[in-house]
Structures are given as structure tokens and as C-alpha cells.
């Protein structure tokens, strides 16, 4: 961490408990009091929102008390002033660098993480790589895994992709991408079906100020560096992805954040960008999240939400894409509106960036794998906006678009229209419409891609 972030750093440490106490603060309402006044700013008619995840959870967040919340609040708050407390006294006029809790010094300046462990994701990660490197993207890599989760194999293929030449004579290796494999402190991993809290831990974990993270099965279309040097990114330092799901007025968010429901789309982990020095205490949130998971991502989707839950909870802004989500898959003979099973997720100017194929891994698909796309008819945001802005007309972005998840034929997504409206608020284009896509699928066996 350069001199320069290491003051900003201790400017934000000294202001973080007035920004606490400022949410602590924030007035509780009964659950029936906060759904009247939520209800008012999120509508639900013709609105996609996680309509299982509500029916199966809105029974007991009905009793949720005040006093609950307000706990929560404590509890969240003293871990926040504790992580307050270590940092400052790891801070010092002759202390050279900053160092992480495992002792490690920040290696500051940007770089990229990602998290695997099982054999399915070392895979992904490796194709991401080869993938970023043949953009000629430079960044540094941390991969964190799981203590004692790595089988022998598993290990080999992490420890080819860290011990590349940076001068290799074989062009893939010619960017220089330095990997370095780390193993994630302080969490073990459970009998969860997802191991979602390595993510918040990895992420606080790494060495770097200013991190973007990736799902190893979130590829790139291009070398992602030039997100550092957007005027988004330099107005918030923080920058995050939408889901498909809009926010709902029972979610408990909104009690423990003491905001009204704010009209937009969920946010989605699979590619988070972050500026560690102005946003520490959101890295503090989700790694609390995390460790609490089983209080918490209930209502936040498991950890697809916990940033935005985070920058909720510290009344902070971010930004983000230009667009909506596309959902991009195969075409299926019979149905036309379904064979989804990527997110197809764009750069603030609305650019297809991110092939998150978060589905291809629980089915078998045909080749062509991306063929089609379903999006929204309106799905761009407001010139000079981008996700994070719910002014109007962005806070109506979608609406009257559905999007569901089937098992027939194959798990994947149906994209369509709630009934009585418009079927030409969805649109239906071949993959290749898109410059920025032509070539990918290839690109993505050639590195390694399986399926």
C-alpha cells in the first residue's frame, strides 16, 4: 500500500464510527409498518422478483422482531469497531506497509482473485486465465482455496498455472499474469451445497487496494483492466453487477439497513470491483456476512447480495453496467423463450463484458452453447447512469419480464412476459449480433473449456 492510500486509509478508519453509529441509529419498524411503506417504492406487479425465495422465507421474517434487528445492528457494529481497532494499531508513521490479519504485506496496486477448490472449479479458473492472458491483461491473480480441500491433482494444476514463465516463448504466457495460490484463513469449508463464504474471505484476504473479483466460471470478453480507469469507477471505487430478481418490500434488508426498498435489481457477486482504501468497511460487512451466513444469506441469496447489503447498510453509492442482464444459451426446438443458462453481463457504456455461465455446469447442452440471447427490450439505463441510479426511468428497467428456471428438458432459464403484457418486451437475437461475442466459444474451448 503506497504512502498515498495509507493516509486515505487512516482517514477512513478515523471516520468509520460516526458513519456506524449514523446506521445504528436509524429507526427500526415493526415488520407489518415496513412492508406498508415498502410496498409504496417496490411494486411487485409484473416485476421479477425471487418469487420462491419470498413464499419460502416471508413466514419468518413476518417475526423478526425490532429487537432481533437491533442486535443484529450491535453485534455488526462491534465487529466493525474490533476490525477498527486491529487496523489502526497495525498503523504506523514507521511501518513500511500495511500487512493483512495472516501477517502478509499488502502488495497494494490492482490485481484479480478468484476462488477454487474442487477439481470443476481449478478447470474454470485455468480457462479464465488462459483466457486473460491471451487479452494481454496484466493483472495479478490470488486463487484461494479452502484449507486441506485441494486434492493432489487438484494441486498440480494450480501450480501450473503459478509457476508460468512470465517470459515464456509460448505467446499464452506472454502477458506476464503473475498467479499466486493462497489458502483462505479463518473459514472452513461445511456441508453447504455452495461454499459461498470463501468469496467475502478471499476477497478481504488478498493483497491488494483495488480488487476485481471473479467467479471462475465469469469469463471476460476482454482485457478488463480499462474498468480502472472509468469515470464510474473513479466516482465510487465501487462497482457491482445485477442479478435478474428486484428487490421485495418483506426482504429483512431493509429493516437492518433502515432504508425504504429501493426499486432495482438485486445485486450478483459473480464480478465485483472494489476499491479496498475508500471501502474497507464494506470488505468488514460481507466478511461478516460470511462468518454469520447462516443469519444472513438467507435474505441476501447466499452472498449474491451481501455487497450491496453492505454499501446499504454505510449509505454508500456505487455503480455498474450500462444494462441489464441478457440470458444467453442454446436454442431448444419447442422453446423458443428458454435454453438460458448464462448471465450475460455488460461494462457501464453497455458493452457485452462478462459470459457468467453460472448454469452450464448443471446440465448438458449441444453445441452451439451460445447461440441465442433473451433480454429485455428496455434494458439500458438512463445516459450518464448505470446500475445504482434508480431514478426515473431506470427504476422501471424490465418490467413486465419474467425470468424463470427450468428442469425440463435440462436445468436453464425461460425468459418472458408476465401476462397481460406485451410480448415484445422481450427480445430474442443470435449470439453473433454482437461484435464483442463473435469467436467466444471457440476462444473458450481452445483454452480448455469443459462441457
Given at each position: ?81 474490533r476490525k477498527q481497532k486491529e487496523e489502526q494499531e497495525k498503523m504506523s508513521p514507521e511501518t513500511p506497509l500495511a500487512k493483512d490479519e495472516q501477517g502478509k504485506e499488502f502488495l497494494g496496486g490492482r ?73 483462505v484463513e479463518g473459514v472452513r469449508k461445511g456441508g453447504d451445497w455452495k461454499a459461498f463464504h470463501i468469496k467475502a474471505a478471499a476477497i478481504q484476504q488478498s493483497s491488494f487496494d483495488e480488487i476485481l ?136 457504456e453497455g458493452k457485452w463484458l462478462f459470459v457468467h455461465a453460472n448454469l452450464i455446469k448443471h446440465a448438458k447442452f449441444r453445441r452451439p452453447l451460445w447461440s441465442r440471447i433473451h433480454r429485455a427490450a ?74
Amino acid at each position: 500500500m503506497n504512502r498515498g492510500a495509507f493516509g486515505a486509509a487512516e482517514d477512513f478508519l478515523a471516520k468509520l464510527p460516526e458513519a456506524v453509529q449514523e446506521w445504528v441509529q436509524r429507526p427500526i419498524l415493526p415488520y407489518d409498518n415496513s412492508v406498508a411503506l415498502n410496498n409504496k417504492t417496490c411494486p411487485t406487479e409484473g416485476v421479477n422478483f425471487d418469487e420462491g425465495a419470498v413464499k419460502e422465507n416471508e413466514g419468518a421474517w413476518r417475526y423478526i422482531t425490532p429487537s432481533k434487528i437491533s442486535d443484529w445492528r450491535q453485534d455488526i457494529a462491534e465487529y466493525l469497531y474490533r476490525k477498527q481497532k486491529e487496523e489502526q494499531e497495525k498503523m504506523s508513521p514507521e511501518t513500511p506497509l500495511a500487512k493483512d490479519e495472516q501477517g502478509k504485506e499488502f502488495l497494494g496496486g490492482r490485481g484479480l482473485v478468484m476462488a477454487a477448490g474442487d477439481h470443476a472449479a481449478v478447470v474454470r479458473a485455468r480457462t479464465n486465465i488462459r483466457l486473460l492472458r491471451s487479452y494481454n491483461c496484466t493483472l495479478p491473480v490470488e486463487i484461494f482455496h479452502f484449507p486441506n480441500e485441494l486434492s493432489t491433482p487438484e494441486k498440480s494444476l494450480l501450480e501450473e498455472l503459478s509457476s508460468l514463465k512470465q517470459h515464456s516463448e509460448d505467446q499464452e504466457d506472454q502477458s506476464g499474469m503473475k498467479v499466486t495460490v493462497r489458502v483462505v484463513e479463518g473459514v472452513r469449508k461445511g456441508g453447504d451445497w455452495k461454499a459461498f463464504h470463501i468469496k467475502a474471505a478471499a476477497i478481504q484476504q488478498s493483497s491488494f487496494d483495488e480488487i476485481l473479483y471473479l467467479d471462475t466460471d465469469s469469463y471476460t470478453l476482454r482485457n478488463p483492466e480499462y474498468l480502472f480507469e472509468s469515470m464510474q469507477w473513479k466516482e465510487t471505487g465501487l462497482m457491482l453487477w445485477p442479478d435478474y430478481t428486484k428487490s421485495h418490500a418483506t426482504n429483512p434488508i431493509w429493516r437492518l439497513s433502515g432504508q425504504i426498498c429501493r426499486n432495482e435489481y438485486e445485486g450478483e457477486s459473480g464480478q465485483i470491483l472494489i476499491s479496498r482504501t475508500l471501502h474497507q468497511d464494506l470488505l468488514w460487512l460481507a466478511e461478516f456476512f460470511a462468518l454469520e451466513h447462516h443469519k444472513f444469506y438467507g435474505f441476501m441469496g447466499g452472498d449474491r447480495d451481501s455487497y450491496r447489503a453492505a454499501a446499504l447498510l454505510m449509505g454508500k453509492k456505487w455503480t455498474g453496467p450500462g444494462r441489464l442482464n441478457a440470458a444467453a444459451g442454446v436454442v431448444l426446438t419447442g422453446n423458443p423463450q428458454g435454453g438460458g443458462h448464462t448471465m450475460l453481463q455488460a461494462d457501464p457504456e453497455g458493452k457485452w463484458l462478462f459470459v457468467h455461465a453460472n448454469l452450464i455446469k448443471h446440465a448438458k447442452f449441444r453445441r452451439p452453447l451460445w447461440s441465442r440471447i433473451h433480454r429485455a427490450a428496455q434494458d439500458k439505463f438512463a445516459a450518464e447512469s448505470t446500475y445504482g441510479d434508480i431514478h426515473p426511468p431506470n427504476d422501471k428497467l424490465g418490467d413486465g419480464v419474467k425470468l424463470r428456471v427450468t428442469y425440463e428438458p435440462m436445468m436453464s432459464t425461460v425468459m418472458s412476459t408476465f401476462e397481460g403484457y406485451d410480448e415484445g418486451l422481450v427480445v430474442v437475437e443470435d449470439w453473433d449480433t454482437y461484435e464483442e461475442l463473435k469467436g467466444f466459444e471457440e476462444k473458450w474451448f481452445g483454452f480448455g473449456g469443459v462441457h
